[in-house]
Nanobody
Framework: QVQLVESGGGLVQAGGSLRLSCAAS?????????????MEWYRQAPGKQHELIAA???????NYADSVKGRFTISRGNATNPVYLQLNNLKPEDTAVYYC???????WGQGTQVTVSS
């Protein structure tokens, strides 16, 4: 079993930046297996469904939702910090809880709140 814990969220003014981190803990074997998995960031705004906003493969191929393309950057790290998300030029509509996710095997973090004031 792997536990994912996001950090780096907070309150920021429109136009500001944040860097989200995703820390992973578990057995060495499961952490290494997770390093072979695509990693993703989702977000959920109040009253809305989960939205996939960024994904990265083990080969560092990336994909972004149109809503964040050009402003957010996903990157991979090591086994204990497998994925990051750089958020630039933040907008009030980016306000949401942000979650990191491992695709295979599937693990979710508990989320970190990002609030952007206008």
């Amino acid at each position: 079993q792997v536990q994912l814990v996001e950090s780096g969220g907070g309150l920021v003014q429109a136009g500001g930046s944040l860097r989200l981190s995703c820390a992973a803990s578990g057995s060495i074997f499961t952490l290494n297996v997770m390093m072979l998995s695509p990693m993703e960031w989702y977000r959920q705004a109040p009253g809305k469904q989960h939205e996939l906003i960024a994904a990265i493969t083990r080969h560092n191929d990336t994909n972004y939702a149109d809503s964040v393309k050009g402003r957010f950057t996903i990157s991979r790290g090591n086994a204990t910090n497998p994925v990051y998300l750089q958020l630039n030029n933040l907008k009030p509509e980016d306000t949401a809880v942000y979650y990191c996710h491992s695709s295979s095997p599937t693990y979710w973090g508990q989320g970190t709140q990002v609030t952007v004031s206008s």
